[in-house]
C-alpha cells in the first residue's frame, strides 16, 4: 500500500498550462480506470476535480483535464489562475479493494 | 445538498481509545459505501477504512488494521471510526467521505485527532 508518485511542487505562470503526474503499478494506477484528482486548500476538506481519469464533476472548470496511459495517470490544469493554486492528489481504487492516494503536489501560480 | 459531518475527535494519550462520528445528510445513505480519510499534520492525504452499504464488507490500511474498526447505522445515517491502541502517528485530521462508483464525492469538514501524553 505504497502511496502514488507524484512531484511534489509544480509551477507555471499565468495562462499557462502545467501537468501533474501520478505514477503507481499495475495493481492500481494500471489496473483501473478509477482514478480520481482532489483539490484542497490549506485548512479545508479536499475537493473533487476529476474522476474515472478524465470526467469533471458539474461545476468544476473545463480547463481541468485527466488522462492515464499504464501506470501513469495526469492532471492537467490549462490557462492557469491565481485560484489554481493548492494541493493537487491523485487517488486509485487497488486489486486488494483499497485505495490508495498520491504523496501531493503544490501547485504554484508564479 | 449532500453534507458529511464529523464529530468525536480530540486529545487522547498514547494506547487510548477515540471514537468518531460522522452524520449525512442530502443524500442516501444507505445506498452508499464510506470511507474514512485521514492527514497528518503538514502532510498527504492517506485512505483509512471503508464499508459496504449494508456493513457486511470492511477494508483497512495495514497500518490500522486490528486496532481500528468501522461501522454505520442506516437509520442514523452514521459512520463510525473506532479507534483503539491509539499511537503518536495515528494524529491527523480525519475526514468522512462518501465514495461513488470511482471516487469520493463529498468530504466532512475534518476532526482532529491528537494522541499525545
Known amino acids: 500500500q505504497s502511496a502514488l508518485t507524484q512531484p511534489a511542487s509544480v509551477s507555471g505562470s499565468p495562462g499557462q498550462s502545467i501537468t501533474i503526474s501520478c505514477t503507481g503499478t499495475?495493481?492500481?494506477?494500471?489496473?483501473?480506470?478509477?482514478v480520481s484528482w482532489y483539490q484542497q486548500y490549506p485548512g479545508k476538506a479536499p475537493r473533487l476535480m476529476i474522476f474515472?481519469?478524465?470526467n469533471r464533476p458539474s461545476g468544476v472548470s473545463n480547463r481541468f483535464s485527466g488522462s492515464k496511459s499504464g501506470n501513469t495517470a495526469s492532471l492537467t490544469i490549462s490557462g492557469l489562475r491565481a485560484e489554481d493554486e493548492a494541493d493537487y492528489y491523485c487517488?486509485?481504487?487497488?486489486?486488494?479493494?483499497?485505495?490508495?492516494f498520491g504523496t501531493g503536489t503544490r501547485v504554484s501560480v508564479l | 445538498e449532500m453534507q458529511l459531518v464529523e464529530s468525536g475527535g480530540g486529545l487522547v494519550q498514547p494506547g487510548g481509545s477515540l471514537r468518531l462520528s460522522c452524520t449525512a445528510s442530502?443524500?442516501?445513505?444507505?445506498?452508499?459505501?464510506m470511507s474514512w480519510v485521514r492527514q497528518a499534520p503538514g502532510k498527504g492525504l492517506e485512505w483509512v477504512a471503508n464499508?459496504?452499504?449494508?456493513?457486511?464488507?470492511?477494508n483497512f490500511v495495514d497500518s490500522v488494521e486490528g486496532r481500528f474498526s468501522i461501522s454505520r447505522d442506516n437509520a442514523k445515517n452514521s459512520l463510525y471510526l473506532q479507534m483503539n491502541s491509539l499511537r503518536a502517528e495515528d494524529t491527523a485530521i480525519y475526514y468522512c467521505?462518501?465514495?461513488?462508483?470511482?471516487?469520493?464525492?463529498?468530504w466532512g469538514q475534518g476532526n482532529l485527532v491528537t494522541v499525545s501524553s
Open positions: 442530502g443524500f442516501t445513505f444507505s445506498s452508499f459505501w
Open positions: 464499508i459496504k452499504q449494508d456493513g457486511t464488507e470492511k
Open positions: 474515472g481519469v478524465n
Open positions: 499495475s495493481n492500481d494506477v494500471g489496473g483501473y480506470d478509477y
Open positions: 487517488c486509485s481504487h487497488t486489486s486488494t479493494g483499497t485505495y490508495v
Open positions: 467521505a462518501k465514495y461513488h462508483l470511482s471516487h469520493f464525492d463529498c
